[in-house]
């Protein structure tokens, strides 16, 4: 009866209630159900929405002071409904689920208590296997608020020692930002607004340099630190590079949400409320992937690009952030950024287009457009991108060229991200002797992995592949055939993601 009762009252409070803000989702989740999940002095490294490489960071990194094994509690009763332990990701990982329709993970563990880590060693036996993920009944291992359930540690693909802690929709496992469940984090410090850029979006996103405008803060609004800005195009968009920090810490966390208005009309927001894992890889379209892969900082996109999904956006009916200067008058641009806690930073400026718009450059190349098939082949190699791949128009480079005895295969740069799997078909001729096994060596962060490729009469299969929880690489863009008298190899030298390079070898 309880049990009910708080999920009927969590479903109501879960209704967007109407804001002063139209764009802004106001969801109210209850305060005072979870506790701090470790038994260390209070304090995140990391927060929910956080931009990383391929995702959005999906929980909160809690400080275990610099150490490891300190004791991990269940954050609300419940029930221990999963176990996980893996080399990579979250390494060894509790979930548990709460009568409130929610899940709790606790992740990068040590031992779990007693009775727990005795079953979990008998499963490893059993299976036959370290790895292991499975599913526990409801009465098997109930926990009360505050009960001990772990010691923290560094297990997985952790960096430091950390609890990474999520909170989950149980029925459909969205992630929702656990600072909007009244954790302890106080924060009273507005976020930081480092830069502006400006797109003209009469082109590609992937096909310009977008223009940054250095901010400075005038009576406690930034404002472009060369005053009103001028454009030589007629569509324009923009995005922020921008911080947040909660009191008392240094810690550059990510922004909570940030609306976009013009003439002040709220046009569109983004918030870090919920993101499920199967979006999480949209984040490459919410930044400006190209000014990230290039070196540069983490721009947050005010528009939502033409092949992405809304995901974290909200947008007023017709609008995708870009902004039409049809007159010669200044359009007034407001910029508002928010952290959890309601802080508030506010962006404003005037823009307006140039008398004489400039012209588009003309790019060489095949166009691959965003929500339709792109197919690529030039009878040396092939390969196609479904409908989702590709979040913005470009066109895409080809080149091959010999170095010495290679032949390299050079798939266009590493520009432009890329959605989902796709293969390589590479025609060549392995001759009688090389009929055999084609296995694909991929270097990833320092990290090495294998995989199979399928030769096919005269060419080889390439199926690339996303790493369960990293998924970091999909599209390389220079592949290098060696050819010795007993071996072949193929060398793939760079990726559309940076840092990543992958090889074939034949054996
Ligand atoms: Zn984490």
Redesign the pocket.
Known sequence: MINFFTRFIWSILLLPMLGNSRLIKNISYPKEYFIWPVQAKIGIA?NFGELRSNHY?M?L?CKTDQKENMPVVAAAEGYIAKVKIEPFGFGRAIYINHPNGMTTLYAHLNDFYPELEKYIKEQQYQKKSWELYINLPENLFPVKQGQFIANSGNTGGSLGAHL?FEIRDTKTDKVLNPLLLGLPIADKVAPVIMNLAVYDRRQSTYEQKPIIVSLKKVNGVYVPASGNIQVASDKVSFAINAYDCYSGSTNQNGIFKATLSNQNNNILGFEMDSISYDDTRYLNAHIDYKTKSNGGNYFQHFSVLPGSIKGIYTTLEGEDGIIKLSDNNNHEISIDVYDVNNNKSVLKFNIKKTEKLSEIPKIQGQLFKPRQVNVFDNGSIQFSLTEKSIYDEFHFQYKEKKDGEDVIYQLHNGDVPVHDYFDLKIKKNLGNDDTGHVVIKRTLNNKNEFKKAVCMHSCIKITFFIRAHAKHVLLINSIRIIYSRKSFSIKCINTIAPGANCNFIIF
């Open positions: 990391a960071h929980g990194d990474h």
